[in-house]
T-cell receptor, first 114, second 115 residues
Framework: DVKVTQSSRYLVKRTGEKVFLECVQD?????MFWYRQDPGLGLRLIYF???????EKGDIPEGYSVSREKKERFSLILESASTNQTSMYLC?????????????FGPGTRLTVT | AQKVTQAQTEISVVEKEDVTLDCVYE???????LFWYKQPPSGELVFLIR??????QNEISGRYSWNFQKSTSSFNFTITASQVVDSAVYFC????????????FGSGTRLQVQP
């Protein structure tokens, strides 16, 4: 069974803090993704990575950065957290290839920035 | 750019009723893939189905069925004889065959099935 795990289910941080959200997958997937989920907006892509040290911006990368030093781990970094980054963050992974590749999602991290 | 619209924000039905969740998509590409995901209260997205743009056959899986119509750019999802365990948020998503490998999601439909 593919497993995508995220370091925390719930996180509370203060404005201005640097925040790390970690995602690990155990199926040797090349592709990894970070999405943000907000009510009424669905899931929006922040960043994705298709290989170690490779990354591409998604639809809403502002205020975020990512790191992929190892194939199994994809980190989302909030350099200086702000209240408008309070959201649910979902990580996903898939094998490389086209649209047929099934995407597996982690359980999500609900981040609150106060 | 591609877009997925789920016009129904929230639907409430009574157990055993049939319910259809609508999904309309926009893309200029001729090859693409459509997906439905279920997000139960636990939060994890559960894959339900994937359809490619060349396969317009409707699909049935138990109480679930999907109606894909390219002419109207729709990929609707029907649950027959709904159950309380079907209560969740359902997302429709689109992925192109070229370029970015990520999914474009609709805003989701919250389904509440009352006992």
């Amino acid at each position: 069974d593919v497993k995508v795990t995220q370091s925390s289910r719930y996180l509370v941080k203060r404005t201005g803090e640097k925040v790390f959200l970690e995602c690990v997958q155990d199926m040797d997937h090349e592709n990894m993704f970070w999405y943000r989920q907000d009510p009424g907006l669905g899931l929006r892509l922040i960043y994705f990575s298709y290989d170690v040290k490779m990354k591409e911006k998604g639809d809403i990368p502002e205020g975020y950065s990512v790191s992929r030093e190892k194939k199994e781990r994809f980190s989302l970094i909030l350099e200086s957290a702000s209240t408008n980054q309070t959201s649910m963050y979902l990580c996903a992974s898939s094998l490389k290839g086209g649209g047929t590749r099934k995407k597996y999602f982690g359980p999500g991290t609900r981040l609150t920035v106060t | 750019a591609q877009k997925v619209t789920q016009a129904q924000t929230e639907i409430s039905v009574v157990e055993k009723e049939d319910v259809t969740l609508d999904c309309v998509y926009e893309t200029r590409d001729t090859t693409y893939y459509l997906f439905w995901y279920k997000q139960p209260p636990s939060g994890e997205l559960v894959f339900l189905i994937r359809r490619n743009s060349f396969d317009e056959q409707n699909e049935i899986s138990g109480r679930y069925s999907w109606n894909f119509q390219k002419s109207t750019s729709s990929f609707n999802f029907t649950i027959t004889a709904s159950q309380v365990v079907d209560s969740a948020v359902y997302f429709c998503a689109l992925r192109l065959d070229t370029g970015r490998r990520a999914l474009t999601f609709g805003s989701g439909t919250r389904l509440q099935v009352q006992p």
